[in-house]
């Protein structure tokens, strides 16, 4: 940012209205996450007082279904939600309901390994459902700085990607470890 400002100064391109309209616009922008946060804060506040996620884990314990696929129909839902909402809005409105559940569950590994591993699964899910079609919102996002380039271009080249997002997922999803390991070994 110091360098693109300098840039724009030695241009001298930097108008007293260019840097009015990009507060204007970075205000904006902030509102809107502030905005966001409030109604995260305000949702999770309601869900304390009505104790979901704690009737949640407590119904998903009852179902005497492998943990792995529990976590694996949550993982689906990452992607579902993934075509229609941004990471931030997804993570602040779901981990209050999904993360004691999934703690209620028995992995097998101490309760902090299975908080690391599933926030790690949250994050890579997260991230491969903003590149699935139908609407990979961050594939739109590219493509609207490539004008030239078709969107069925555009989903054809993050195939490779996506590919390896479910290898990566599936592996750390039947293998916990390899996701833990490095914490384990520099903890």
């Given at each position: 940012?110091?360098?693109?400002f ?36 305000m949702?999770?506040?309601s ?28 993982l ?10 941004d ?8 981990i209050?309901?999904f ?5 209620a569950?028995?992995?097998?590994m ?18 491969f ?11 739109y996002?590219?493509?609207g ?6 969107i069925?271009?555009?989903y054809k080249?993050?195939?490779p ?27």
């Amino acid at each position: 940012a110091a360098c693109t400002f300098v840039a724009a100064l030695l241009k001298r391109e930097l108008t007293l209205a260019k840097v009015g309209r990009c507060f204007l616009s970075t205000a904006a922008t902030s509102a809107m996450i502030f905005m966001i946060f409030i109604g995260a804060d305000m949702m999770n506040s309601s869900l304390a007082l009505t104790q979901v996620p704690a009737q949640l884990a407590e119904v998903i314990k009852g179902w005497n279904v492998a943990p792995v696929l529990v976590v694996s129909g949550i993982l689906l839902f990452y992607v579902v939600l993934g075509a229609v909402m941004d990471e931030l809005s997804m993570i602040l409105l779901t981990i209050p309901i999904f993360f004691p559940a999934v703690m209620a569950l028995d992995f097998g590994m101490p309760a902090e390994s299975v908080a690391i591993w599933f926030g790690i699964m949250v994050l890579m899910t997260v991230g491969f459902g903003l590149l699935a079609p139908p609407v990979g919102l961050n594939v739109y996002v590219v493509n609207g700085m490539a004008k030239d380039v078709p969107i069925a271009e555009s989903y054809k080249g993050v195939l490779p990607f996506l590919a390896s997002d479910v290898i990566r997922t599936a592996l750390l999803l039947t293998f916990p470890p390899i996701s833990l390991w490095l914490v384990q070994y520099v903890g």
